[in-house]
């Protein structure tokens, strides 16, 4: 392999080491929380969307939205590549946010929070980035 060849897979290697660092620097800072907070957003974010499907009061509509945004979180295809680090993150978030939005219109704030496995720090980031927290009431979130 070329040395261009190998760029992707050494830039890919560069930002998952720092990555991993960060977590073992918020655990060794004794911030446990905060690194299992960063360490296990996305697949909380799949385990949630994995629970809201199973959930016999969501609609169908709803479970078509969240499959797609299951299907984008797996995806290893991206409207902006992983490998760029936060924007490559940052889109999954938007679409995230996008999809809760839709959700919490047709179930409320209640059905998110009954769903998310994580620490609590972390869902008010899903939740504000759905517009629930910035002095709204979850039936007023516009879409």
């Known amino acids: 392999m070329s040395a261009i060849e190998l760029f992707p897979w050494g830039f890919l290697l560069i930002v ?3 990555y991993i660092a960060l977590v ?3 655990v060794v800072m004794g911030r446990g929380r905060q690194a299992r907070a960063v ?3 996305i697949p909380d974010c799949l385990v949630m969307v994995r629970r809201l499907i199973a959930d016999p009061h969501t609609s169908r509509a ?3 939205a969240l499959v797609i945004l299951l299907a984008y979180l797996i995806s290893p295809l991206d409207l902006v590549p992983d490998f760029l680090p936060i924007v490559g993150q940052a889109d ?3 679409i995230v946010a996008l999809a809760l939005r839709l959700l919490l219109r047709g179930r409320g704030e209640a059905a ?3 769903a998310w496995p994580g620490p609590e720090s972390s869902l008010r980031v ?3 980035a759905a517009g629930v927290g ?3 009431p979850p039936h007023e979130v516009n879409l």
Do not use: K, T
């Open 134 to 136: 910035h002095g709204r």
């Open 62 to 64: 709803q479970r078509v």
């Open 24 to 26: 073992v620097a918020l």
């Open 92 to 94: 999954d978030a938007v």
């Open 39 to 41: 360490a296990g957003f």
């Open 16 to 18: 998952l080491g720092a």
């Open 112 to 114: 998110i929070r009954a």
């Open 126 to 128: 899903i939740l504000a």
